[in-house]
């Protein structure tokens, strides 16, 4: 499996994108850098796009990728918790018409081919075997554990906050790749929000451990790029992994990591 972080980032700028990954160059997780970092012959080999919750940051380029597709005469499958769907659905059926409805243009074989994802109940995508499990977010939310056939597994968690010892239970990835979004100077309002910070993430990974029993290598995302703090968390995360005796890559655009 090979994996391409498109971005790591809570925010958007010249220099940062939105949370996505891509693997083996046909399914996509989260949609916060489709169509900003892949030219259009890489946008249509996508196969799947699955979309971890409807925070904008995640869902931002499907409406530009259903325009690529839109324009091509072709179909992309997106899989979903429901609150996305719906999210989606009210976006492109805005009454005032936001643009082109994927959902329902053209006629009889819309652009999006929509699928509602359940929660703990495993599918199948191309060659993967999926499984969405919730995670702990201030709005529904799944992390996604993609599987290949050579069994190889990837969990990637989307945002989360702490209290994720119900979610390493369904899980067992080679590769995690999980939110830390600010530094521990916010720490506070990271648990208030349910994201992620050095601090939060060491009680998660020593229950990870505890409950499964190792630590798989860890890749952290969804990054704040704020004044300092990509110092201060280089610091933290450098001290987890050493107090944790554990491996962790701190994500970055264009990072790319072979499974
Ligand atoms: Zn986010
Ligand atoms: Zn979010």
């Known amino acids: 499996m090979k994996i391409r972080m498109l971005g790591a980032h809570n925010l958007e700028s010249r220099d940062t994108r939105s949370s996505t990954l891509l693997i083996d160059s046909i399914l996509a997780l989260d949609a916060g850098a489709l169509t900003s970092t892949l030219t259009f012959e890489e946008q249509l080999a996508l196969k799947a796009v699955l979309i971890t919750h409807h925070h904008y940051d995640h869902i931002k380029d499907l409406v530009m990728l259903g325009a690529t597709f839109y324009n091509n005469e072709r179909q992309i499958h997106i899989y979903a918790p429901l609150a996305v769907y719906e999210a989606v659905r009210y976006l492109l059926q805005y009454p005032g018409k936001l643009y082109i409805d994927f959902l329902g243009k053209p006629e009889g074989d819309p652009t999006f081919k929509f699928t509602v994802v359940q929660p703990l109940k495993p599918f199948t995508v191309e060659q993967y075997e999926i499984l969405a499990v919730p995670v702990s977010h201030s709005v529904p939310a799944v992390g996604y554990q993609v599987a290949d056939t050579n069994g190889k597994k990837l969990f990637y968690t989307g945002d989360t906050g702490p209290g994720l010892d119900e979610c390493w239970q369904h899980i067992s990835p080679d590769l995690l790749?999980?939110?830390?979004?600010?530094?521990?100077?916010?720490?506070?309002?990271?648990?208030?929000?349910?994201?992620?910070?050095?601090?939060?993430?060491?009680?998660?990974?020593?229950?990870?451990?505890?409950?499964?029993?190792?630590?798989?290598?860890?890749?952290?995302?969804?990054?704040?790029?704020?004044?300092?703090?990509?110092?201060?968390?280089?610091?933290?995360?450098?001290?987890?992994?050493?107090?944790?005796?554990?491996?962790?890559?701190?994500?970055?655009?264009?990072?790319?990591?072979?499974?």
């Open 177 to 259: 790749v999980i939110e830390n979004t600010a530094s521990d100077r916010y720490i506070r309002v990271a648990r208030e929000v349910k994201h992620m910070s050095p601090g939060l993430l060491k009680e998660e990974l020593i229950s990870f451990r505890k409950i499964k029993g190792y630590l798989p290598r860890i890749v952290t995302t969804h990054h704040f790029p704020h004044e300092g703090e990509e110092e201060e968390r280089r610091v933290e995360l450098e001290q987890l992994a050493r107090e944790l005796d554990a491996s962790i890559t701190i994500g970055n655009e264009g990072l790319e990591l072979e499974l």
